[in-house]
Structure formats: C-alpha cells, structure tokens
T-cell receptor, first 112, second 115 residues
C-alpha cells in the first residue's frame, strides 16, 4: 500500500516568513496530491491539490510543487500570518480509487 | 449544498456500551470514507463504502467495528462494547465517484469519549 512520510512534524516561523512542508510517497501510480489544513477541534479542509500532469500550482500565498521522479511534493506558504497556524496534512491515493493515505501532520505555529 | 453531515458531534459512552456514528455525504456523492484520528495524531483510514457495498475495510479492526451505507439513509459506523482506546475523533468524507484523483470533503467529525 501507499506510504506517506511528512516533515517536519513541527514548524515555528515569524509572521511574514515563508513555511515549507515536505512529503514523500511510495506508490508511483499515485496521481493526485492534496493538502489539508486542520484547526483545533475542526474538520480537515482542503486548501490546495495538484495532479501529476503539472509540476507546480499556486493559489495566492499557497503553492504546491511535485517531483514525480523523486516521489515528493511540498507545500509552500509565503507571507505567513498568525491565522495560518494549524496542523497541515499531505495525502496521496494508493490503488485505483479515492481512499487517501495521510502523512503524520505538521504543526505550524506563526508568531506575531 | 449542506456539505458532509455527521452526527452526533460529541458522543459519550461507558465501557461496554455501543456507539453509533452517522454520516450523510454531500448531495450527489455516493462514496463514503471513514477515518479515525487519535489525539495529536494523523488521520487513519478505516473503511470505504459505496451505496450498499463495502469496498475496502482494510483499516477497520476485525472485532467490534462494523460499517454500512444502506440504499436509503446515512452511512453508519458502529462500535460495539466500546473500550477507552476507542476514544477518538471519527471523520467521514465523501466523493462523487470514488476515482483516485477526486477531492474528498470531510464532515465535522464525531468526538467519541469512552468513560
């Protein structure tokens, strides 16, 4: 099955700095890579996703890059704000249907 | 579109009781996934269901846990004879067709506490 590794487990930055979270996956057939943000006590919310036919996707201050050869993908948050503080999860789908395997999560803290 | 609806939001059970968690997928979605999240941990896949069928239950414990998604009504995750280790947040997610490149939309979860 799919194995997804996420690093770092915690990340602390100053407001305005950039944050980068990295994930590796094992199943070379995976072709869809979403990122979820989860605030304390709330549901995971999809913030950005990328499909394997592109190498990078941006949405305002958030971007995701994908390297299929190396089987890793990264989340980039620029100009971080305190409200970006949350747990971020990467995921990848093993097999032929939409079940997702999640990374272990990264606790991002943005200090004002 | 009301989104994925889960109830109850909080459920308290004593050891040995049964817990029933409900999930109504988004309108037009016929594929449901259940995940468990232990405190300060990630989301672990439990079971994937389509209407009236269990497609993949590889993440679900063999004993005490069962899931269904009937033709009419919500998907149900049932935990019999709960133990303290079952205390966790249980999330369900839905997607339209179950294809591997579809977005999954999550419900607000049910926080199960076993006393």
């Amino acid at each position: 099955g799919e194995n997804v590794e996420q690093h770092p487990s915690t990340l602390s930055v100053q407001e305005g700095d950039s944050a980068v979270i990295k994930c590796t996956y094992s199943d070379s057939a995976s072709n869809y890579f979403p990122w979820y943000k989860q605030e304390l006590g709330k549901r995971p919310q999809l913030i950005i996703d990328i499909r394997s036919n592109v190498g990078e996707k941006k949405d305002q201050r958030i971007a995701v890059t994908l390297n299929k050869t190396a089987k890793h993908f990264s989340l980039h948050i620029t100009e971080t704000q305190p409200e970006d503080s949350a747990v971020y999860f990467c995921a990848a789908p093993p097999g032929s249907y939409g079940k997702l395997t999640f990374g272990q999560g990264t606790i991002l803290t943005v200090h004002p | 579109n009301a989104g994925v609806m889960q109830n109850p939001r909080h459920l308290v059970r004593r050891r040995g009781q049964e817990a029933r968690l409900r999930c109504s997928p988004m309108k037009g979605h016929s594929h449901v996934y259940w995940y468990r999240q232990l405190p300060e941990e990630g989301l672990k896949f439990m079971v994937y269901l389509q209407k009236e069928n269990i497609i993949d239950e590889s993440g679900m414990p063999k004993e005490r846990f069962s899931a269904e998604f009937p033709k009419e009504g919500p998907s149900i995750l049932r935990i019999q004879q709960v133990v303290r280790g079952d205390s966790a947040a249980y999330f369900c997610a839905s997607s339209p067709t179950g294809a591997p490149n579809e977005k999954l939309f999550f419900g607000s979860g049910t926080q199960l506490s076993v006393l």
